[in-house]
């Protein structure tokens, strides 16, 4: 969340005196005012601060009321609107209809915690219906949030833009386009449209700040949604991030590396959980839980899980004889080129009741020795290993771990396992 917070101090000296230019130095002074917080930052962090001690998605809401008034009370003037202004002292808080741009502003922590844009989505309503609850304010909201995890997870601008358009805004205006007629706005409508644009057309994390400035109108608020979008693709620089943290006090800043330790465990956890999808560790946890209690959901579960894991395929390559003695003959750290094409043919199993199936393991210690030394062996996607096992005639299916704990795959089984996996990489 700090390209938001980045995007809001820098933007601060410009909201009611706006430049339309780009070259400007980020948080310099500005007519003899300097850069500061605004309502923004502390928004943003009130909102990771609820994501952080929330145990239950359900009570998220109710949660967020109560930590944006823990968090932002002690900060009457720091540009709170009228309404959002009296919703904070307010004895009895409700949400008031708004569609304006605070919905998106405070948002980005939810792109950069939720594990998939489903919950993204999800979570962005629950922390936005607490006071913009207007559909424009939910759409700003959402869409923030869509495209900070879009970008946080790999996709091109180019898919972030068209999925904008298939569910939000058109995006028919270029930032030279923007430039010259743009005006404050407070809306989600007039507001983060722009900031999306400014940053699909940015060519790094300042640039994206610069275009957001640069085109007038509510600038802190502008910077702060592309920020946190601009964060997500390009990553911050380490100066920009400790000057801004400069301006925090020890309040926020607490909060920042709250989140920011809270993010880092997360990704650390996400690549324990791809290695031990690329060994074999959960594929045989949940393949032994199923053997043991053979429920509906814990075969659900495993074939979740095989949807996303790597496999062992014993068989053997065959090429041309000639490409053949070179191989047989290969020396270590030598490259050699074949004269026609390196084929892998795949060993196949028969049953005890005569079935064939193709065989597949979850990693090289589930092969018998005097099984594996027969074969040569190759790790691919279960998806890959589907696609493998639709080519020989014949087969019954696949079959997991053959030799230890068997999982037999019809392919009728095998094409919901397709399915899944291609939702999973979408």
Not at 62 to 68: A, F, I, N, Q, R
Not at 168 to 190: A, F, G, M, S
Not at 231 to 255: M, S
Not at 276 to 283: E, M, Q, S
Request: proline fraction near 5%; include cysteine; hydrophobic fraction near 40%.
């Amino acid at each position: 969340m700090i390209g938001a917070i980045i995007g809001d101090i820098a933007g601060s000296v410009y909201e009611f005196d706006n430049i339309h230019t780009k070259d400007f130095v980020l948080f310099a002074d500005h007519h003899g005012k300097s850069c500061f917080f605004t309502d923004d930052t502390v928004m943003t962090c009130a909102v990771a601060k609820a994501l952080l001690d929330c145990d239950d998605p359900e009570t998220l809401p109710e949660l967020t009321v109560k930590t944006m008034r823990e968090v932002g009370q002690p900060y009457p003037r720091c540009g709170y609107g009228g309404r959002f202004y009296r919703w904070m002292y307010s004895r009895d808080p409700k949400p008031y209809g708004s569609f304006g741009n605070g919905a998106a502003m405070r948002v980005s922590p939810v792109g950069f915690l939720a594990d998939s844009l489903e919950e993204t989505l999800d979570l962005a309503r629950k922390v936005t219906a607490v006071t913009h609850n207007h559909p424009e304010g939910i759409k700003g909201a959402e869409a923030t949030a869509a495209v900070i995890y879009l970008a946080r997870t790999g996709r091109s601008k180019e898919q972030i833009r068209a999925y904008v358009r298939e569910h939000y805004y058109p995006l028919n205006e270029t930032v030279d386009e923007i430039r010259p007629h743009y005006v404050h706005n407070e809306t989600c409508q007039e507001t983060v449209p722009q900031a999306i644009q400014c940053f699909l057309e940015g060519e790094s994390f300042e640039d994206v700040i610069h275009n957001c400035i640069s085109i007038g109108g509510d600038s802190d608020t502008l910077a702060a949604i592309a920020g946190a979008m601009a964060e997500a693709f390009f990553g911050v620089p380490d100066e920009l991030r400790d000057k801004a943290l400069e301006y925090l006090d020890e309040n926020l800043r607490d909060i920042f590396w709250e989140f920011t330790i809270r993010l880092i465990e997360k990704e650390a956890e996400v690549e324990t959980e791809k290695e031990a999808l690329r060994n074999g560790t959960l594929l045989l946890k949940f393949k032994q839980e199923f053997a043991e209690n053979p429920t509906e959901e814990s075969f659900g579960k495993l074939c979740a899980v095989l949807a996303s894991s790597f496999v062992t395929i014993p068989g053997n390559f065959e090429a041309d004889e000639e490409d053949m003695e070179q191989l047989r003959h290969a020396k270590v750290d030598v490259t050699y080129t074949l004269t026609g094409n390196l084929r892998f043919r795949p060993d196949i199993l028969r049953s005890k009741d005569g079935e064939l199936f193709f065989p597949m393991f979850s990693n090289q210690e589930q092969m018998p020795e005097e099984y594996s030394e027969q074969f040569s062996s190759i790790t691919v996607t279960a998806r890959e290993a589907i696609r493998m096992a639709a080519g020989p005639r014949g087969l019954r299916g696949l079959v997991l771990d053959p030799f230890t704990v068997p999982f037999e795959i019809p392919f009728s089984i095998a094409e919901g396992i397709m399915k899944m996996a291609e939702e999973q990489e979408d």
